[in-house]
């Protein structure tokens, strides 16, 4: 079982810095044996892959969207994942989702992840 919590949400004006966490809480198998992604919906459309980070950090994926604005990271002593985001802009406003798995290649940003957090909310004001 994978418990997933994201934090540090909130609402900020365009231009603005915010930076998500999501505790990771894993039984049977360490943090570092999950790929992990970030993803976003926003109301009335899909969910969409935002980034994603391998198993030891090492090598990181983004959306185009995001790519020079938002970096991933992860510390896989304190089994959290981090998702810094700069120069929001008002179509950043999403709900936003950490996900794990620990099967298939890594890092992705395709949905196709085990497990997933409930969501923080991040709004960009114009």
């Known amino acids: 079982q994978v418990l997933l919590v994201e934090s540090g949400g909130g609402s900020v004006q365009a231009g603005g810095s915010l930076r998500l966490s999501c505790a990771v809480s894993?039984?049977?198998?360490?943090?570092?044996?999950?790929?992990m992604g970030w993803f976003r919906q926003a109301p009335g459309k899909g969910r969409e892959g935002v980034a994603g980070?391998?198993?030891?950090?090492?090598?990181?994926n983004y959306a185009d969207s995001v790519k020079g604005r938002f970096a991933i990271s992860r510390d896989n002593a304190k089994n959290t994942l981090y998702l810094e985001m700069n120069s929001l802009k008002p179509e950043d406003t999403a709900m936003y989702y950490c996900?794990?798995?620990?099967?298939?290649?890594?890092?992705?940003?395709?949905?196709?992840?085990?497990?997933w957090g409930q969501g923080t909310q991040v709004t960009v004001s114009s």
């Open positions: 980070v391998s198993r030891d950090g090492g090598s990181t």
């Open positions: 996900a794990a798995d620990r099967v298939d290649y890594c890092p992705r940003l395709t949905s196709d992840f085990q497990y």
């Open positions: 894993a039984s049977g198998y360490t943090y570092s044996s999950y790929c």
